[in-house]
Nanobody, 115 residues
């Protein structure tokens, strides 16, 4: 059972930047597709960005050009660099590791963007 621990959330003004990190336990990190989701109050959880085990990336339209996902397999870590943050980006951000039917979640980290 993999364990995921997110960090890097916080309070930032609109236009600012944050970098989220997610460290994953276990020895098969490099095989996982890693994804970042977010959930704002009263809204459904939505996929923000994903990176496959081969390094291919995909982004939600709302964050394209502002967010960048990357991974460091040597550190079992996936990152989400968030630039030009907007109040609409305020949410709890969750890290997810997926491999076939396996799906593991972190506990989430709060990101709050003030206007």
């Amino acid at each position: 059972q993999a364990q995921l621990v997110e960090s890097g959330g916080g309070l930032v003004q609109a236009g600012g930047s944050l970098r989220l990190s997610c460290v994953t336990s276990g020895s098969i990190f490099s095989r996982y597709t890693m994804r970042w989701f977010r959930q704002a109050p009263g809204k459904q959880r939505e996929l923000v960005a994903e990176i496959t085990n081969s390094g291919s990336t995909n982004y939600a339209d709302s964050v394209k050009g502002r967010f960048a996902i990357s991974r460091d397999n040597a550190k079992n870590t996936v990152y989400l660099q968030m630039n030009s943050l907007k109040p609409d980006d305020t949410a709890v951000y969750y890290c997810n590791a997926r491999l076939g039917l396996l799906s593991h979640w972190g506990q989430g980290t709060q990101v709050t963007v003030s206007s």
